[in-house]
């Protein structure tokens, strides 16, 4: 089985086009579409990240 990215605590979905995360003691999931304000921030922080550019 194939293990899915992480980056800054969220798991990547490329085929859903999202970012997740689950808050086990709160019992909360956080889904962020890659198309939001604030999935493409993280994309594109993501992207810099796997070019070897820290941000």
């Given at each position: 089985?194939?293990?899915?990215?992480?980056?800054?605590?969220?798991?990547?979905?490329?085929?859903?086009?999202?970012?997740?995360?689950?808050d086990?003691?709160?019992?909360?999931?956080?889904?962020?579409?890659?198309?939001?304000?604030?999935?493409?921030?993280?994309?594109?922080?993501?992207?810099?990240?796997?070019?070897?550019?820290?941000?």
């Amino acid at each position: 089985m194939n293990a899915l990215p992480t980056f800054k605590g969220y798991t990547i979905d490329e085929r859903l086009g999202e970012f997740r995360r689950a808050d086990v003691e709160k019992q909360e999931l956080e889904f962020i579409p890659f198309e939001s304000d604030k999935g493409m921030g993280l994309l594109r922080d993501w992207i810099w990240h796997m070019a070897g550019r820290s941000k």
